[in-house]
């Protein structure tokens, strides 16, 4: 476990001290609105944890937006990902596209994999803990308790390639976060407001779960190196 730790403490703190001088030199791009919303979207099916639905996950929530108040207030101007879209994925199991129209054979498919898949492994205890940024989104950090998170995201990925899919696969397996804020605005004072909350916050504590992991259709906010997702309804 605390090698599990380490591991994880050494890959945010990497992340951190890139993404992080970028935020304070006021070198992002921010994501485009469009009527009240992230443009341009994307589709993909992905496998995913939401927060709000696991044991105890309402408490979660309502401690992190207790804890993160000052991020928050300091985000005041950005894109803040609703409760209900609050969750960690698994694996994006189809590669995304511009339309969310998916036949239901491919679907059902998908579907069953997982299911087969996620019924071999324990739930995967992720402490949630502290705040870092990637590209223009700041998420919550997760560290895995143990393995079947990364086990599972192997596993799941070789059989979706066996039957035929082409999921987003990236070499490292390990890296759990959770996106809370998409920048949008991006004027150097807001940005400098922001590179101070989250700095405060690098080792702010903000729960534990175990997650179950279901299927559901995603929209994926512009495609960039992490799972920018949002709830379709």
Known sequence: MEKLDNQALTRFERLWKIEGDKLLRANIIPSAVKDGE???VDYC???IARLIQQPHGAEVVCGIRNALSELFEAADTQFIYPDESLHVSLLGCTQRKNTNVF?????????HICIKEIEK???AEIILRGIGIVGNQIF??????NRNWEELRVSLGEELVNSGEFPI???DKSPVHMNIIRIVDAAPHVLASLHRAV???RDVELGTIKHVVWIDKMECRQPC??????WIT
């Open 169 to 171: 696969l990236y070499e």
């Open 38 to 40: 992230i443009y341009p």
């Open 140 to 145: 919550i950090q997760g560290f895995p308790q």
């Open 225 to 230: 190196s992490g799972d920018l997702i949002q």
């Open 103 to 111: 036949e239901h054979a491919q679907i059902n498919k998908i579907k």
């Open 199 to 201: 700095s405060r916050l």
């Open 121 to 123: 492994k324990e739930p």
């Open 45 to 47: 099916i992905s496998a």
